[in-house]
T-cell receptor, first 115, second 115 residues
């Protein structure tokens, strides 16, 4: 298995809802990433997990809460989001975070709309 | 911090014509270099990468890129463009000495292909 999967593909939520995004890989990678991407912009890094430990949090608002239950799975819990949080959320994984092991493989993304 | 410049926001070419997308980076040492392609609403697909060795690298879908140390450039080329190549192209770099796994993206170049 050489891919990163993300569910759901699309999500529409109200500002008071709680929802979660899920990302899975079965390549034996030990680093996983969440990115946010607005239209016509490059991806912006949100979080990095290395060996199931949070190693980077790019000052993301607390309404986004990441979780890495095991090395294959990465969740992003969403609560009390704002309309400006509407974006494509991309997950990526890599063998590690140093050297050539840091080559990242991306999932197809979840298109999030906050009403 | 790294900076990546893609000077062309939008390029239009005719099908069958050759293509060159430019990428320059700003960093003291040679980083790891990547080109990704993204179709609308999709995730990022790795086209090719440069870690070391031969400065002309071959990728998928008939793309190639040449690393030029003296110009801090990693330009993407394709000899004959197909309509299916229409997409957004991102150049990205990673710090060779980092253990954080962070990728620095250019702003992207939108490619339109005329039939």
């Amino acid at each position: 298995d050489t891919e990163v999967t993300q569910t759901p593909k699309h999500l529409v939520m109200g500002m008071t809802n709680k929802k979660s995004l899920k990302c899975e890989q079965h390549m034996g990678h030990r680093a996983m990433y969440w990115y946010k991407q607005k239209a016509k912009k490059p991806p912006e890094l949100m979080f990095v997990y290395s060996y199931e430990k949070l190693s980077i949090n790019e000052s993301v608002p607390s309404r986004f809460s990441p979780e890495c239950p095991n090395s294959s799975l990465l969740n992003l819990h969403l609560h009390a989001l704002q309309p400006e949080d509407s974006a494509l959320y991309l997950c990526a994984s890599s063998q590690g975070t140093s050297g050539t092991r840091s080559e990242q493989f991306f999932g197809p993304g979840t298109r999030l709309t906050v009403l | 911090a790294q900076s990546v410049t893609q000077p062309d926001i939008h390029i239009t070419v005719s099908e069958g014509a050759s293509l060159e997308l430019r990428c320059n980076y700003s960093y003291g040492a040679t980083p790891y270099l990547f080109w990704y392609v993204q179709s609308p609403g999709q995730g990022l697909q790795l086209l090719l990468k440069y870690f070391s060795g031969d400065t002309l690298v071959q990728g998928i879908k008939g793309f190639e890129a040449e690393f030029k140390r003296s110009q801090s450039s990693f330009n993407l080329r394709k000899p004959s463009v197909h309509w299916s190549d229409a997409a957004e192209y991102f150049c990205a770099v990673a710090d060779r000495g980092s253990t954080l796994g962070r990728l620095y993206f250019g702003r992207g170049t939108q490619l339109t292909v005329w039939p």
